[in-house]
């Protein structure tokens, strides 16, 4: 239960946004390209953070690069 207590866990990381372009999703309208992003949980294939919405959301790692 993880997910109950994101917003006060410590920062893992930090990711800079590289790209939007999403094939299968919408993700520009919670990601913008250029902005910092601080990662609070991380698995293989995605990282779980609070985007522009305020909320926290897993995407893709193909989305970010390390900061």
Do not use: P, Q, S
């Amino acid at each position: 239960m993880i997910h109950l207590n994101w917003h006060g866990r410590a920062t893992v990381k930090r990711v800079k946004c590289v790209h939007t372009d999403a094939n299968k999703y919408i993700v520009n309208r919670v990601l913008t390209a250029g902005k910092e992003y601080e990662v609070k949980n991380e698995t293989e294939e995605f990282y779980f953070l609070i985007d522009n919405t305020g909320k926290v959301g897993g995407y893709y790692k193909e989305y970010f690069e390390n900061a």
